[in-house]
């Protein structure tokens, strides 16, 4: 049990998005310490697989259910994660990215105001964009494009930043913002375009392993305990510590460093191969965690090479890829689909 949680009994808390990589981990661990979970998700880049095993838990709950609509629920606490967080799934659709970060913000934060619940915003290091100022500290305002690719995320973040501290001043509405930095481990999709997930799928299909540039950008890369540790303690810690808080791994390395190590993990034969840089694409990353360390004593505990061990292992068990040699030519999707048709799918059973 988190040391911040020790004098709270049991709640129900609605975690949007709970389906997602992040939100299923997120409820498992609230259910650890002995919460009831509403889990809402609308399926879209998250999978009834990650959340399985938590359906014969009498204290959890799944509803299908979109956030850019509203959602008449009774809860006493809200952590709102839902948002696709990859490019290849949020440039898929930008509207309706934009939708669920601003009108998901509206809809969530007035349930919360209705019910008199504290919420947390699920931010991210995205609001930095390309960033001049380096390590990233909560006060820097960033540098986004606002009319590029990756502004429906961007900017949608940083829109619903606004609303939560407006809530706030406004309404007295007790809210947390915490920007999330780059995460990864067990449960991300196989097909969704992020760095880690491409680099390991590639590597156990003896495929390249496509570096964008010269693989000089960098980034830091937390594992998925160490951020819902700190999700937990900000979740509980006093109403009066709002945010917002960096939640990231400050050991920062290089994009080609990742793959050779991911390469050296796996035992793949797979070689690296240039691809152009994406528009926008951020050329450092790191988070400034002072505040997290000083405030709620967080600090990120698993190493890179022992969290990728751990999600190499998931992919080759999800993937069902032994060595890398065994792979089939060309590799296969996820549930069988090619990352477009698994989105194409995904988009027709959502809601409009």
Known sequence: MSPYSANRGP?????????????????ERLLAEGHEVLCVDNYFTGTRRNIAHLLGCPRFEAMRADVTFPLYVEVDAICNLACPASPVHYQSDPVQTLKTSVHGAINMLGLARRLG????????????????VHPQPEEYWGSVNPIGPRACYDEGKRCAETLFFDYHRQHGLPIKVMRIFNTYGPRMHPSDGRVVSNFIVQALRGEPITVYGAGEQTRSFCYVD????????FLDAEPELTGPINFGNPTEVSIRELAETVIRLTGS??????APLPADDPRQRRPEIGRARSLLGWAPTVSLEEGLGRTIGYFRETLQIGRPEDAPPGGREAEGLHPREQI????????A
């Open 226 to 233: 160490d951020l819902i540790e700190g999700m937990v303690r």
């Open 269 to 274: 034969r797979s070689r690296i191969v240039s």
């Open 344 to 351: 194409a799918s995904r988009q027709d059973r959502r809601v």
């Open 11 to 27: 709640r129900r808390i609605l975690v949007t998005g709970g389906a997602g990589f992040l939100g299923s981990h997120l409820c």
């Open 117 to 132: 619940a504290p919420i947390l915003q699920a931010s991210t290091s995205e609001v930095y964009g390309d960033p001049a």
